[in-house]
């Protein structure tokens, strides 16, 4: 190859590397454009539903008094004579649902993750972990047909007065739901704690079971509780299971074993085309919205702050 052939090899290499970075440049320069559009466009989004709510739940309570709807006990807004919208006790039957879910899922839950962090092997976590976390790709309507069809017969053969429609099978249902969430975020807070604290728990004469207990489980706190409360959140908000399994009959009662409705399941009542629009029957799903908005944002900012409020770090 003589002098001037490579040379011109040279220049044309030259030349590509520039063509290169010049691509590399304009790629570099795209890229923070459109992650700023989507992330300005997720921030509307919300803006825009939150403003939604807030303006159709105003119109709401130019209709109805907010003191009757936050301290009412009687929701019937289907009453031909005198419609009321006292919103208690759709919160009640929200919180019996969650309650229950909340028995079932953070014993069985932080158990699954103890085991997990603790005593399982590694081939075993492998297997069990994705087991359990096929459980939240299970459509939520599945879970509702199954808590009506198989956990309620199962229920009544115990609880003889059991009704068709109760708090408790819906309840039982929605924290096998919340299952996995709070399983994995558990077990991710246990795995975070050191090694080493550990060893020296176990140097200094302590069981497994007490470093599980008294060691790692004081240590991921944090993370536990955090993960406990959006679970919470995400049992208030659940929707088709306690519309097909708990029924819609708001009352407000601490029994467990009778037909109840949730502030979710109202929803889905009226969208599903009993009220016309412009009614006050229409509005008002604007405020339980608004209301369910509340109490799930309540939820999560706790979560956030208790994360980082007792967070440990190593």
């Not at 976390?133 to 609880?159: D, H, K």
């Not at 969430?181 to 176990?202: H, N």
């Not at 037909?259 to 229409?282: H, K, L, N, R, W």
């Amino acid at each position: 190859m003589t002098l001037k052939q490579q040379e011109r090899q040279s220049v044309q290499h030259l030349i590509e590397q520039a063509r290169n970075r010049k691509g590399k440049k304009i790629i570099e320069k795209c890229v923070p454009v459109l992650l700023f559009l989507a992330a300005t466009i997720s921030v509307l989004t919300t803006f825009g539903i939150v403003f939604t709510l807030i303006f159709e739940t105003v119109e709401f309570f130019t209709r109805v008094s907010i003191t009757d709807y936050l301290f009412g006990k009687e929701w019937l807004p289907f009453s031909g004579k005198e419609p009321l919208y006292g919103v208690l006790p759709l919160i009640l039957g929200t919180l019996k649902v969650t309650s229950i879910a909340i028995l079932v899922a953070v014993p069985f839950g932080l158990g699954a993750a103890i085991y997990l962090s603790e005593y399982a092997s590694e081939g075993v976590r492998k297997v069990v972990k994705p087991i359990l976390e096929v459980l939240a790709g299970v459509p939520t309507i599945v879970y509702g047909f199954f808590a009506l069809s198989f956990i309620t017969p199962l229920l009544q053969v115990i609880i003889p007065n059991l009704k068709i429609f109760n708090a408790i099978s819906p309840g039982i249902v929605v924290g096998v739901m919340i299952l996995p969430m709070i399983t994995s975020m558990s077990e991710d807070a246990m795995s975070s704690v050191p090694r080493s604290i550990r060893e020296g728990a176990l140097g200094l004469g302590a069981t497994k079971f007490e470093v599980a207990v008294k060691v790692v489980l004081p240590a991921a706190l944090s993370g536990i509780v955090a993960s406990v409360v959006l679970g919470i959140s995400r049992a208030i908000g659940e929707t088709m299971i306690v519309s097909l399994a708990g029924g819609s009959t708001p009352k407000f009662d601490f029994g467990f074993t009778d037909s109840i409705q949730t502030m979710t399941a109202y929803i889905v009542q009226v969208t599903t085309g009993d009220a016309g629009y412009g009614t006050t029957i229409y509005y008002s799903i604007y405020a339980v919205g608004f209301t369910l908005f509340i109490f799930t944002l309540t939820m999560n900012l706790l979560a956030t702050y208790i994360s980082k409020r007792f967070r440990e770090e190593y």
